[in-house]
């Protein structure tokens, strides 16, 4: 009898013991489910959607400003001085200064462009410059186009010698005037008679 009731007080705690571990084990699924899904989903896009954008922005812009800015200039050549001819112009005279207006006009096949001032003498005789070559008058300039047939102008000035203390000679004749246009360093020459003390010359302008 004794050992009866031992053997079903033993099978009794035995299926007790077995009833409970399925519980435990079903709890340790839970952790498991929930702890794999959250960092995945939230860490694979958020980085890739803003980084990807912001750059290719930026650089679109940057490639397109200096399109913007083309140079659209376009140049002339130079004036040269084997297609230019110089003729005299109107005399004026004041205040005990005459002024000579000059014309250096283009004598080429297509347009040219001259700026600032020409290199002007006036030579004696024997090709000997008078005095001194001619000072600038510091006018202000700007850049001269001139079409096949089209002329520039500048001015010269010379001081009447016979005014008491202009350092000039009355007997200062020249023979020729020689004219070097604007950067070039082959002059034109031709007969003058005008006189010569303290020279000075102006910029050669539209005509």
């Known amino acids: 009898m004794v050992a009866g009731l031992i053997v079903i007080t033993t099978s009794f705690l035995t299926g007790c013991a077995?009833?409970?571990?399925?519980?435990?084990?079903?709890?340790s699924q839970t952790p498991t489910t929930s702890g794999a899904q959250t960092p995945t989903t939230s860490s694979a896009?958020?980085?890739?959607?803003?980084?990807?954008?912001?750059?290719?922005?930026?650089?679109?812009?940057?490639?397109?400003?200096?399109t913007a800015t083309t140079d659209a200039n376009t140049s002339v050549a130079t004036c040269q001085t084997q297609?230019?001819?110089?003729?005299?112009?109107?005399?004026?005279?004041?205040?005990g200064s005459t002024y000579v207006t000059y014309y250096l006009q283009n004598q080429g096949p297509s347009t040219c462009s001259m700026i600032g001032y020409p290199g002007f003498s006036l030579l004696f005789a024997n090709g000997s410059v008078i005095q001194h070559p001619a000072t600038r008058d510091g006018t202000t300039y700007r850049l001269v186009q001139l079409k096949p047939?089209?002329?520039?102008?500048?001015?010269a000035r010379t001081v009447n010698a016979s005014i008491s203390g202009s350092g000039c000679s009355t007997s200062w004749k020249s023979a020729e005037v020689q004219v070097y246009p604007p950067n070039q360093t082959v002059s034109i020459r031709q007969p003058s008679t005008i006189a010569a003390c303290d020279l000075s010359v102006g910029p050669v302008s539209a005509a």
Do not use: C, E, I
């Open 18 to 27: 077995s009833t409970s571990n399925p519980t435990s084990s079903s709890s």
């Open 45 to 66: 896009q958020t980085p890739t959607t803003s980084s990807a954008q912001a750059p290719t922005t930026a650089s679109t812009q940057a490639t397109s400003s200096p």
């Open 83 to 95: 297609h230019l001819t110089l003729t005299q112009g109107r005399v004026g005279v004041a205040t």
């Open 149 to 155: 047939g089209q002329r520039a102008q500048f001015v």
